[in-house]
């Protein structure tokens, strides 16, 4: 929905070295986001062992507001203890429990000067106390390698700008060099700290270098962008927001800046504080360790930057992502609701709730504030679309297909190829509302609309729709096509498996089924459907035993009502016999037919997925 991903490829390579900057500190901790308020609602252990053991049980499971309460009396029965302390300060940090982590750092530090991690929080205290001669001291000593290099010295700058000392800032930036993306985040900040102590020479310069590097960088084109504007060349910043439209369409951000531009309204400096632009740092490390799967030192890093920088919307944004990712979707959601409420990203912030409430069980909360945001935003497709998307979650299909339609007339005569999965989302709810011939045109729609460069999302919508032909027994040709080629674009995907394996047990190639299916179930194990599917091919490959067993597997994963009526059949009395006609020379058994129903286009049995394409050089 807001496109964090794509717009921070700039940093994608230093994640690996972020990774490493905190690993030492934040071994078998998770984040949760709990910014200032102690934590208090975990009932602690009789013993410093129960404590310990709860603590770290609660890490490896990624919950470090339980984690941060079990240090903390462990730290009380044993606060010699050096390493307790450490773990302690690591999940009181990760859980925004800030005044309690800066503490633990101060221990730390007294006791052991080279704690890199704890040097670096007390740097960001410092520099938010304006001590930025103090701040300095720390990050010096925040640590050695690539990454703690390239968080100190941008830090370090950011103290020396705040000290009004801009020539000494720029010479610190300068000493940064490396690869691509590093020289692009050196010019980058180079820039914004150029334009604050009043140097728009050496910012134009700098952020003309950023942009020019790479122009797909939100936060990068934002920068350059709003510099122009403010230099009076409107032009350029409508061309560099338009670029970035093309690449990203329908931005928040990118959208309230072109509105604001064309009403002839001024746009601020990105950063107008030191303060704020050692927020910035913080920020660029921690989406950078967000996008490459680093959640806890993401986390770490984002939570030191929103202490710098409370309004930086994009940064609330990352943190409640990562935290979705992490599936705490009750601390996601605490996230969500501290966006700023000027911020572009608050609607987007306030779906984002609404679809997390109903993840939690809370479907009617999630459709009150919907429809709230929505009759604020009646011209909103992103609100409504997401209001169909709790419909057809709550299984209310028929709503939700309404829904959706009237998100595709507030989309009129704007690119539908951005909006390909308002289509295919109303195919779906269209095809569980038993209204096959609109849920094929909307299929199909989808199928037309979706990108090229989204394979992965064109696989999904080929496989639906070639599911539903298969389980409807019909277009079996072009549906075992489509699904050879979802296949082949996403290979690992268990429930694209499944319909190849559906596929086979339609035409009666029950081998040939079981194989796709056992596959399917490593992929995904815990789906009813695909378990289901399984035991069906068992049972017809003559292995009735192990189909009983898949059926009974599927009845306790919770499968749809209806599909549960037909497991409880089906374990009771199995699957009804197939009719065979008589054997002839018109009709020869099984066994001598050479690939009986075999589509056009379809492997042979002893062939992968892919095979039939390759000898006709498809």
């Known amino acids: 929905m807001n496109g964090n991903a794509a717009t921070r490829r700039t940093l994608s390579a230093l994640a690996l070295c972020l990774a490493a900057s905190v690993a030492t500190s934040v071994t078998a901790l998770a984040a949760q986001p709990r910014e200032s308020a102690p934590v208090t ?15 770290y049980i609660a890490g490896a499971s990624k919950d470090t507001s339980a984690a941060a309460s079990f240090y903390r009396e462990a730290v009380k029965a044993d606060p010699r203890n050096a390493e307790l302390l450490e773990r302690a300060f690591v999940s009181l940090l990760a859980d925004g429990a800030l005044p309690d982590a800066f503490r633990a750092a101060e221990r730390l530090t007294a006791r052991d000067g080279s704690n890199g991690l704890a040097q670096l929080s007390l740097g960001v205290r410092q520099i938010k106390a304006g001590q930025f001669a103090q701040a300095r001291q720390n990050f010096a000593r925040s640590g050695r390698g690539a990454a ?109 800046a072109l509105d604001k531009l064309k009403a002839g309204k001024p746009l601020t400096r990105l950063v107008n504080t030191a303060q704020e632009g050692a927020g910035e740092v913080l920020y660029g490390l921690g989406s950078a360790g967000s996008t490459q799967g680093d959640e806890l030192p993401a986390v770490v890093y984002l939570r030191l930057a929103l202490y710098l920088a409370p309004e930086h919307a994009l940064a609330r944004l990352t943190l409640a992502d990562t935290l979705d ?52 935003h009646p011209d909103s497709i992103d609100v409504v679309t997401a209001l169909g998307n709790v419909q057809r979650s709550r299984k209310k299909y028929e709503e939700a297909a309404a829904t959706y339609s009237r998100a595709i007339e507030l989309i009129g005569k704007q690119p539908a190829s951005n909006y390909w999965t308002t289509f295919y989302f109303r195919g779906t709810a269209y095809e569980r509302a038993k209204q096959w011939p609109k849920a094929e045109a909307d299929l199909k729609k989808a199928l037309e609309l979706v990108p090229p460069n989204q394979p992965a999302a064109r696989a999904q919508v080929l496989n639906y729709l070639a599911y539903s032909w298969v389980d409807q027994n019909m277009n079996i040709d072009e ?54 599917h399984l035991g069906d091919a068992y049972w017809r490959s003559g292995r009735r035993l192990e189909g009983k067993f898949q059926w009974q597997h599927a009845k306790d994963l919770n499968p749809e009502p209806d599909d549960l009526v037909k497991i409880n059949a089906k374990l009771k009395d199995g699957l009804p016999e197939l009719e065979k006609p008589a054997a002839t020379a018109e009709n020869p058994p099984e066994a001598q037919k050479v690939n009986p129903d075999l589509p056009k286009g379809a492997p042979a049995p002893s062939e992968p997925p892919g095979a039939a394409d390759k000898k006709t050089g498809g």
């Open 479 to 532: 549906a075992f096509t489509m699904l050879k080629q979802a296949v082949d674009a996403s290979p690992r995907d268990g429930m694209i498996i499944d319909s190849l394996g559906w596929a086979y047990f339609r035409l009666g190639r029950y081998d040939d089924a079981v194989r796709e299916l056992e596959k399917a179930i490593e992929l995904k194990p815990g789906d009813p459907t695909i378990n289901d």
């Open 148 to 256: 703690a290099d390239l968080t100190s010295t941008l830090l370090t700058a950011w103290a020396y700008a705040g000290a009004n000392d801009g020539k000494r800032a720029l010479e610190v930036v300068n000493k940064l060099k490396g690869e691509r993306s590093y020289n692009t985040f050196r010019d980058f900040h180079a820039g914004l700290i150029a334009n604050l102590v009043g140097d728009q020479a050496e910012a134009e310069r700098r952020l003309k270098a950023a942009y020019d590097a790479d122009p797909n960088t939100l936060r990068i084109v934002d920068a350059y962008a709003r510099f122009e504007a403010q230099a009076g060349r409107t032009d350029l910043a409508i061309q560099a927001y338009t670029t970035f439209d093309q690449l990203l369409p329908r931005h928040p951000i990118v959208r309230d």
């Open 41 to 55: 609602e975990y009932e602690p252990a009789e013993s410093l062992e129960g404590n310990f053991l709860s603590a």
């Open 325 to 376: 990712r992490m599936k705490q979707t009750e601390r996601a959601n605490d996230a969500y609701a501290q966006m700023p409420a000027t911020s572009p990203l608050k609607l987007n912030a306030d779906i984002q709730i609404g679809l997390n409430l109903e993840q939690l069980g809370k479907g009617e909360e999630a459709t009150q504030l919907l429809d709230a945001a929505m009759k604020e």
